[in-house]
């Protein structure tokens, strides 16, 4: 760490050396119309060196060493435009260039327009499967942009999520086969990050950011577009990669830091044939990561090679895969015995437990893969119309331990004893699985298109997906291996280890009454068709219609099927979703609505033999989005309101049966607004707020908030400010934070439990060079404990540091 703090005073003074054995290139860069050409690309060909224009059009690029060189301008819709000149040592060269575009052209095709709010995306090709901007979207979505991570060190999704408003995480990656990394709340519902690029893309354990172009959250029921296996009805969150790109770069990263952390990223990029336009990409991470507490660790290796071909002028070819593999020790999870009210105490700051114990073994390891294919190809059918075809293929597997714990009053957790007024007990248990499989492959066939009819434009999208997802996963678990009494000397704390829970396994793995196996087994078949048209009545308002059929098949044709509970059957639905758009200030403010929907396949008959109906979730929602002050400012403002419908539940006069009239609301406000006041200084800030109750549902929770969403209230900043200019530019600071009000995760009549609210701050510093980056992070500033939990309380990182430096070539 002191290497790293000292590293900068040592490249200042050589960078003064540099200064007088190299050359300097400025210039100003000009439309056609003479206006300036803000955030344009000037670089030296082949070189790797260069940079960006500014609000004014003017350009510096420095440290070039002396000889002839071509320098090139590029700009999205325009030619390239190409001078030679020669560099002396010492000299500083003046290179003006115009560029064969209008200033309303530069603008409408919004040349690297984040680059003045480097927070703000302002257009996404995924969010609604076809090209619009933010503002003539009807649905609510966030970005996290790559400026945005490289500010903040962000190393996994989980880091990035932080800057998402509305969404808090709720448990740590599991790791296991089929799971989809963390679980998130948004809008009251669980989420996982299962997509890429669009499609399919799951990935088990803590997802590596290495390849991480930006993350977008998208808000609401999406099962229109997306279908309903890999969203929520609070959303999605879709991965987007980086992706190979002409010309030869990349760069080294390593990173030291708190509790034993260290990592080593690779970027490389190059060309594979420059004559036959293929290009590939490489993004590798070694990550390892110990704990806070006194056991449990995370050691992972990430790989993404990607493959670019452009066959010829209207076929262009991508194949990349994301390969990982590791070993871990899980992340201390608690629940509780019920009803919670018997414990003594309802809050997690009230139990007692030695924050920086794990209460177990480093040794209950747990070993995970994770393999994800994919492959595109891009058809240029005609100026109008695109084909893209998708195919993905994504495999997961995982064998081990996974301990968890309860917490139990006295006479519960050890019988004999009497009942204290405050549990001192704590159960130790596990959830073990057995080399459990997880693949999902998916097809998806889409035409993009423009036409009109009359005066009115349309952007269609037509689609069709099949998925198959084939899982064989056998848990086996037992709820007490131990006890262990957490207040005093804790003689037994070492006996839960590696050694005792196979011991146990081997003594009663075959006694029902002391392990549970489940076998959780199943092959599906999804068959989906979708079509979206996004109509423009006027240059100002904007209509979209869109609408799902999603043919689902259960298929039990295997021997062991049936042990997960999982019978055959099939179901049919259909999704649909509208929105309006409608432009008071042309380019800048949109006031939109949406109605947008998704569904949950059920199986099953009720007592009359009726067969249960898909699930539904319904959304409507309204707000206002900002795009102002020539970029400057941006923002969403929105209320939404969810219903969800035919949620099945016990059948109060037939317990043995269920009955599908059960339901949930949740509404709320979420708002997130971009900034950048002033030149090299950036605001990101966001809020959310969410009610939501049960209908129709169990005595113990009828009208009561669901314990398995999120805090009601959420709020997310971060600063951020970068010298623009002078000897120091590219020095730069943020800081910033969460904020996350208390948390009901246990909430019924009997029995309530609840994670306080809290408040970490964050803060980085860095500086970044055209030829390297070094930074520098804390985490949680104020070494706040905190919990967070999906019905259980998880002990969250304390303070923690981190030192980065990266060599640019």
Request: proline share 4%; net charge positive; charged share 20%.
């Amino acid at each position: 760490m002191i290497r790293l703090i000292l590293a900068p005073l040592f490249v200042l003074l050589t960078l003064n050396v540099c200064a007088q054995t190299t050359g300097t290139i400025k210039g100003k860069i000009s439309t056609s119309d003479g206006h300036p050409a803000a955030y344009v690309s000037v670089g030296l060909k082949n070189k790797n060196l260069g940079s960006t224009s500014n609000e004014e059009g003017y350009y510096t690029i420095k440290m070039v060493k002396p000889g002839q060189y071509t320098l090139k301008v590029s700009a999205v819709g325009s030619k390239s435009v190409e001078k030679q000149i020669k560099v002396q040592a010492g000299e500083e060269l003046n290179v003006d260039f115009i560029i064969v575009q209008s200033s309303d052209e530069l603008k409408e095709i919004n040349i690297r327009s984040n680059a003045r709010n480097k927070f703000a995306t302002k257009k996404s090709e995924y969010v609604s499967k076809m090209s619009l901007t933010n503002l003539e979207n009807p649905q609510v979505y966030t970005t996290v942009s790559k400026e945005l991570m490289g500010d903040q060190l962000v190393f996994s999704v989980d880091d990035a999520t932080r800057n998402v408003p509305g969404l808090q995480k709720m448990w740590e990656a599991t790791s296991r086969a089929g799971d989809g990394g963390g679980y998130y709340s948004s809008r009251g519902f669980i989420v996982q990050s299962k997509m890429r690029n669009g499609v399919a893309g799951n990935i088990s354990t803590r997802i590596d950011a290495a390849n991480l172009e930006r993350l977008e959250v998208i808000k609401g029921p999406s099962a229109t577009l997306f279908g309903s296996t890999l969203t929520s009805y609070g959303g999605l969150i879709n991965r987007v990669t980086k992706k190979p790109y002409e010309g030869t770069g990349g760069e080294v990263t390593y990173s030291r830091g708190s509790y034993d952390f260290e990592r080593v990223a690779v970027d490389f990029n190059a060309p594979v044939s420059k004559s036959d336009q293929i290009y590939m990409r490489v993004n590798a991470a070694y990550n390892y990561e110990g704990s806070f507490q006194d056991s449990g660790f995370d050691k992972s290796f990430f790989l993404a090679p990607s493959l670019s071909y452009k066959v010829n002028d209207r076929l262009d070819l991508n194949f990349d895969a994301e390969i990982s593999s590791g070993r871990n020790v899980p992340k201390q999870i608690i629940f509780f015995y019920f009803p919670a009210s018997q414990l003594g105490y309802d809050r997690a700051d009230q139990v007692g437990l030695d924050y920086r114990k794990s209460y177990m073994s480093n040794d209950l390891l747990q070993v995970y893969n994770n393999a994800n294919i994919f492959a595109q190809a891009t058809y240029k059918i005609s100026k109008k119309w695109t084909s893209q075809t998708n195919i993905t293929h994504t495999y997961s597997y995982s064998n081990g331990r996974s301990p968890y714990f309860f917490l139990a009053p006295d006479n519960i957790a050890v019988p004999g004893l009497p009942a204290s007024p405050k549990a001192n007990y704590l159960s130790r248990a596990d959830q073990s699985t057995e080399n459990g499989k997880a693949k999902v492959t998916e097809i998806q066939q889409n035409f993009n298109g423009e036409f009109n009819i009359g005066q009115v434009k349309n952007k269609i999208v037509v689609g069709l997906d099949y998925m198959h997802s084939n899982s064989n996963i056998l848990f086996y678990s037992t709820n007490k291996i131990d006890v262990i009494n957490f207040r005093g000397s804790m003689p037994n704390y070492n006996n839960f280890n590696a050694a005792s829970v196979a011991a146990y396994y081997a003594l009663n793995r075959t006694n029902p009454d002391s392990v549970s196996n489940f076998l959780s087994k199943s092959i599906n078949n999804i068959y989906s068709a979708y079509v979206s048209d996004a109509i423009g009545l006027t240059d100002r308002l904007t209509a979209l219609a869109a609408l799902r059929v999603d043919r689902f098949e259960n298929i039990n044709n295997e021997a062991g099927a049936a042990t997960g509970n999982n019978p055959a059957y099939k179901q049919t639905a259909f999704s649909p979703k509208f929105g309006l758009v409608f432009q008071p200030v042309k380019d800048q403010v949109s006031i939109f609505g949406n109605y947008q929907n998704s569904f949950t396949n059920q199986q099953g008959t009720d007592v009359k033999g009726n067969t249960f109906k898909p699930e539904q979730a319904n959304q409507l929602e309204g707000g206002v989005k900002l795009d102002v002050f020539k970029g400057k400012l941006s923002g969403t403002i929105s209320y939404y309101y969810i219903k969800v419908k035919d949620v099945l539940r016990t059948d109060p006069t037939n317990p043995n049966f269920r009955i599908q009239d059960g339901g949930k609301i949740s509404k709320g406000i979420e708002f997130e607004l971009n900034a950048n006041p002033f030149q090299g200084f950036n605001i990101l800030t966001g809020f959310g707020y969410n009610e939501n109750h049960f209908v129709n549902a169990s005595e113990d929770v009828e009208g009561r908030r669901d314990g398995s969403s999120m805090s009601p209230y959420s709020a997310n900043l971060w600063l951020s400010y970068k010298l623009p200019s002078g000897y120091l530019k590219g020095l730069g600071v943020g800081f910033g934070g969460n904020y996350a009000s208390d948390n009901k995760i246990v909430n019924t009549t009997t029995s309530v439990f609840t994670l306080p609210k809290y408040t970490v701050l964050n803060a980085s510093v860095f500086y970044d060079h055209p030829k390297f980056r070094i930074g520098a992070k804390v985490d949680n500033l104020t070494n706040k404990e905190y919990w967070i939990g999906y019905t259980t309380m998880n002990a969250q990182k304390l303070r923690s540091f981190v030192g980065s430096i990266s060599y640019k070539f």
